[in-house]
């Protein structure tokens, strides 16, 4: 199975600030086809999952530009800026590459 | 607007049975892959089982493959998830979700399910 190791576990940051969130994958998530499945989801407190980033950087409908994603291969980044109350909960990413597909364990953004 | 909702959840004894139910709408269903995500409290996402958009191909994690049953009807654009012999790891909120290019981006409200005596 391919291990997603996510740093930093829980991250703090004020209002209006910038953070990253690393994402490194135990093997590569190209795909045969070339395509590298690799996601970003966000879950707000007592809410479900919500996908953010799919395909590395590439933004979901209705998705703040504040969010971007990069990295390739086995080696993936998060970033937001400019963060809002709105962002904070819990930022897994995901695999879909190959089965089983999987998540790293999470990073919590918390307010500073 | 796409929907997910689920059903079906709830409390069920060790080795018992239980069928959860996804009702999908605002899309046509029987074009995408669909799947099942898990968390158990206070942890983090576990990809369950898949199924292709005709269901002739599904897929599983080990925990739960020969237990769990993933199907759908395309004609009532719903999901399942046949949970057979269940234990306490199972124990989880069971989240409905369209798989479309190796992402999942749409996920129902989730439904609990606890396995306990």
């Known amino acids: ?112 | 607007e796409v929907q997910l909702v689920e059903s079906g959840g709830g409390l069920v004894q060790p080795g018992r049975s239980l069928k959860l139910s996804c009702a999908a709408s605002g899309f046509t269903f029987s074009n995408y892959y669909m799947a099942w995500v898990r968390q158990a409290p206070t942890k983090g996402l576990e990809w369950v089982a898949s199924i292709t958009n005709s269901g002739g191909s599904t897929y599983y994690r080990d925990s739960v493959k020969g237990r769990f049953t993933i199907s759908r009807d395309n004609a009532k654009s719903t999901l399942y998830l046949q949970m057979d012999s269940l234990r306490s790891e199972d124990t989880a909120t069971y989240y409905c979700t369209r798989g479309a290019g190796g992402r999942l981006d749409y996920w129902g409200q989730g439904v609990m399910v606890t396995v306990s005596s």
Not at chain 1, 49 to 62: A, D, E, H
Not at chain 1, 83 to 93: I, Q, R
């Open chain 1, 1 to 112: 199975d391919v291990v997603m190791t996510q740093t930093p576990v829980s991250l703090s940051v004020s209002l209006g600030g910038q953070v990253s969130i690393s994402c490194r994958s135990s093997q590569s998530l190209v795909h045969n086809n070339g395509n590298t499945y690799l996601s970003w989801y966000l879950q707000k407190p007592g809410q479900s999952p919500q996908l953010l980033i799919y395909k590395v950087s590439n933004r979901f409908s209705g998705i703040s530009d504040r969010f971007s994603g990069s990295g390739s291969g086995t080696d993936f980044t998060l970033k937001i800026s400019r963060v809002e109350p709105d962002d904070l909960g819990v930022y897994y990413c995901g695999q879909g590459t190959q089965y089983p597909h999987t998540f790293g364990a999470g990073t919590k953004l918390e307010l500073k």
